[in-house]
Nanobody, 128 residues
Framework: QLVQSGGGAVQTGGSLRLSCATA????????MGWFRQAPGKEREGVAS???????NYADSVKGRFTVSKDSAKGFLYLQMDRLKPEDTAMYFC????????????????????????WGQGTQVTVSS
């Protein structure tokens, strides 16, 4: 239900943009966001955006990543600038219709509800 695109390999300091087609969540999701999972590390919530476009970021990406959405086109984006090797991970988009708290930290912390979904994941690799 959430289809991701983008990602790939880039050198330190480079930029990438991840896209997530949000389909039925476009105008009904209360909260959408991104989380990542690196091998051997815990899942980490990266960014979130509410239906009112309020955003929240993990400290590790604040000032470098920007979450946005285009409701007309039905997409959620994660613009990643000044990438670092520690940003290397599989990135997932997420969406929930149920109105609840919506922080970056909560993205990916629990499986999606019956009214939510996760994307299929896309790999981001940053080389030094």
């Amino acid at each position: 239900q959430l289809v991701q695109s983008g990602g790939g390999a880039v050198q330190t300091g480079g930029s990438l943009r991840l896209s997530c087609a949000t389909a039925r969540f476009t105008n009904s999701a209360y909260c959408m966001g991104w989380f990542r999972q690196a091998p051997g590390k815990e899942r980490e919530g990266v960014a979130s955006i509410t239906s009112a476009r309020a955003t929240n970021y993990a400290d590790s990406v604040k000032g470098r990543f920007t979450v946005s959405k285009d409701s007309a086109k039905g997409f959620l984006y994660l613009q990643m600038d000044r990438l670092k090797p520690e940003d290397t991970a599989m990135y997932f988009c997420s969406a929930e219709m149920i109105e609840n708290s919506c922080s970056a930290k909560e993205q990916g912390a629990k499986p999606p509800t019956l009214f939510g979904a996760w994307g299929q994941g896309t790999q981001v690799t940053v080389s030094s």
